[in-house]
């Protein structure tokens, strides 16, 4: 069993920065792939970013490529997602997901196993 909780979320102006949180219990973040999703009013959950279990692998939604980067501390057990030259169309629920099988993409929900409640990010112009 795995348990996540996200932090760090909160209300920033358009072009500033916030660093998401994602604390893992139950096993180290290092045994599995991890990725964060979000979720705007009135439409689906939506892939972000994930690092994959081997090779320090990185990958990214085009919408946020070269602003977001998602890294891990795994003496803190715990997984980041540095969000910079943040815009409005970033604002929602963002979550943090765990694959523990190891597949092989990642950007799906169906790629996870566990699931954070989420961290309310709001960007105001």
């Known amino acids: 069993q795995v348990q996540l909780v996200e932090s760090g979320g909160g209300l920033v102006q358009a072009g500033g920065s916030l660093r998401l949180s994602c604390a893992a219990s139950g096993r180290t973040v290092s045994s599995y792939a991890m990725g964060w999703f979000r979720q705007a009013p009135g439409k689906e959950r939506e892939f972000v970013a994930t690092?994959?279990?081997?090779?320090?692998?990185?990958y990214y939604a085009d919408s946020v490529k070269g602003r977001f980067t998602i890294s891990r501390d795994n003496a803190k057990n715990t997984v980041y997602l540095q969000m910079n030259t943040l815009k409005p169309e970033d604002t929602a629920v963002y979550y943090c997901?765990?694959?523990?099988?190891?597949?092989?993409?990642?950007?799906?929900?169906?790629?996870?196993?566990?699931w954070g409640q989420g961290t309310q990010v709001t960007v105001s112009s």
């Open positions: 997901a765990a694959d523990i099988m190891g597949r092989p993409l990642g950007y799906r929900l169906a790629d996870y196993d566990y």
């Open positions: 690092a994959r279990r081997s090779g320090g692998y990185t």
